[in-house]
């Protein structure tokens, strides 16, 4: 699967006022942080992935956070 399409299939998990964490999320993508998934992600796995995202303030953290659960979506989640 390509960024363009997990990027497309992102933005339909995000509400229209989230462009920061969204913006971040493209931005990693072009600059290698963040690959696409080793393996295709259900819709319910991306959309867990991106909500937990979505739950905290856009860093450095929270993107290699996004990269790992992109790489390994069955991670165990931090509670």
């Known amino acids: 699967m390509s ?3 997990i990027l497309k299939r ?3 998990l995000f ?3 989230s462009g920061e964490h ?3 999320i493209s931005r990693a ?3 290698g942080r963040l690959k696409e998934p080793a393996q295709p992600m259900s819709d319910q796995e991306l959309a867990r992935a991106v909500r937990e995202f979505q739950a905290v303030p856009v860093s450095d953290w ?3 956070k996004l990269s ?3 790489l390994d979506p069955a991670m165990p989640r931090d509670e």
């Open 62 to 64: 929270t993107i290699a």
């Open 3 to 5: 960024s363009t399409t």
């Open 15 to 17: 509400a229209p006022d």
């Open 29 to 31: 993508f072009l600059q």
């Open 68 to 70: 790992q659960r992109l």
């Open 22 to 24: 969204l913006d971040s």
């Open 10 to 12: 992102i933005r339909h």
